[in-house]
């Protein structure tokens, strides 16, 4: 098999791990899959998201490399990824590069291969780009360790929120041993740091805000990416439901609010119906429950500000700095207000829409 076919069948492979929520596939017409537009370190670039080794032992149950589902196998070595990777970057403008693998015997024997390829591509070849280098359960220390010399950022996918539901779809992980321990691991070592879990029936919304929430305040983690579960044939859950994937998106709202608006968990409990989000966007859920009044826009702090749809951080700190009182709706929008969603919330020059809840 030479090295494109092995780049194919990995690639593909690899598709599963998130390197964002709004990524889209580059066509780059060279018969080869695998390349991303993703932001890396606040810069979009073109990313090369790959597995070393498709071959595994472990039986998750949702999994297309899983023991249990027949698929084509491939590896590389460490030499041929390097070359093939080296071609991307000075032909094709391809400037990061997301390394992971199945675990196929013991998780350090892969994780040696991985990191001769980083260390090649640093060291050799002076690539001074990004590294995403993902790290598979059950990995040592020191191999975390050297892994975290040479890589721009570092994840372990948690997969669930839970132990519970995580003994539901694998056998073979353990969620304190394997998972958090190593996320532990790369937060003391690294800091910057991902992870990723599966959206699906077995969770409650509320199980994985409280998981992520937790990720942010002890492990400093920079995101947490959000899977709707998809069934793939040949798996044991290849005839279960597909998540929504406006819950997923719903998600990805909530975890905006919490990352960027310092909402806190115990906003969402109050909006949560036996623990599962409303169907709508959560910001405007949460104002259409809490208030219960127009907001005067030219005397709100900034805490009543970025509780109001259609205004974010950026928008309420102008507000709260202009000079010049806000008298129309057109001097909300310049400042970067998003005036529609507003305008059932607040007052303007002593004008206001009805609310939500009075219509």
């Known amino acids: ?20 929520p709004e990524m889209c596939e580059v066509n780059v017409n060279q018969g080869l899959c695998g390349i991303y537009h993703a932001k890396a370190e606040h810069e979009t670039c073109r990313i090369f998201k790959t597995l070393m080794d498709n071959n595994c032992s472990f039986d998750c149950k949702y999994c297309s490399n899983s023991n249990s589902c027949t698929k084509k196998k491939a590896k590389y070595e460490p030499k041929e990824l390097v070359t093939l990777f080296n071609y991307l ?46 790290v598979l359960p059950g990995t040592s220390y020191d191999k975390v360790k050297e892994a975290a010399e040479y890589s721009s950022r570092m994840s372990i ?36 740091q991902a992870t990723q879990m599966i959206i699906n029936e077995m969770s409650t919304d509320k199980d994985v805000i409280k998981r992520t929430d937790w990720g942010y305040s002890n492990l400093k983690l920079k995101r947490v990416y959000y899977s709707a579960f998809r069934p ?42 036996e623990g599962m989000l409303p169907k709508q966007d959560p910001k405007m859920a949460l104002a259409m ?8 826009i030219n005397e709100a702090s900034y805490e009543e500000l970025i509780r109001i749809p259609g205004i974010g951080p950026r928008t309420a700190v102008k507000i709260i700095h202009k000079k010049e009182k806000i008298t129309r709706y057109e001097q909300l929008h310049k400042l970067g207000g998003w005036v529609k969603r507003a305008k059932p919330f607040i007052e303007v020059g002593g004008k206001r829409q009805k609310m939500l809840c009075e219509f």
């Open 289 to 296: 429950q809490n208030l219960d009044s127009h907001v005067d």
């Open 89 to 134: 970057h000075t032909k094709l403008d391809v400037n990061g590069l997301f390394i992971s693998s199945a675990v196929s015997g013991a998780p350090d024997k892969i994780t040696d291969k991985m990191i001769d390829v980083v260390k090649t591509l640093r060291v050799k070849h002076r690539f001074k780009g990004y590294i995403h280098f993902k």
């Open 157 to 192: 996918n948690i997969e669930s929120p839970t132990k519970s539901v995580l003994s539901e779809l694998s056998s073979c992980k353990d969620y304190k041993n394997d998972l958090l321990k190593r996320q532990t691991w790369i937060a003391k070592l690294k800091g910057n």
């Open 1 to 20: 098999m030479n090295v494109l076919e092995k780049a194919n069948i990995l690639s593909k492979a690899g598709k599963y791990d998130s390197c964002g």
């Open 232 to 273: 793939v044939k040949g798996t044991p859950l290849e005839n279960a439901k597909a998540e929504s994937l406006s819950r997923q998106n719903r998600l990805y709202n909530v975890d905006f609010l919490m990352r960027c608006y310092k909402f806190k968990v115990k906003e969402f409990n109050a909006i949560m119906d």
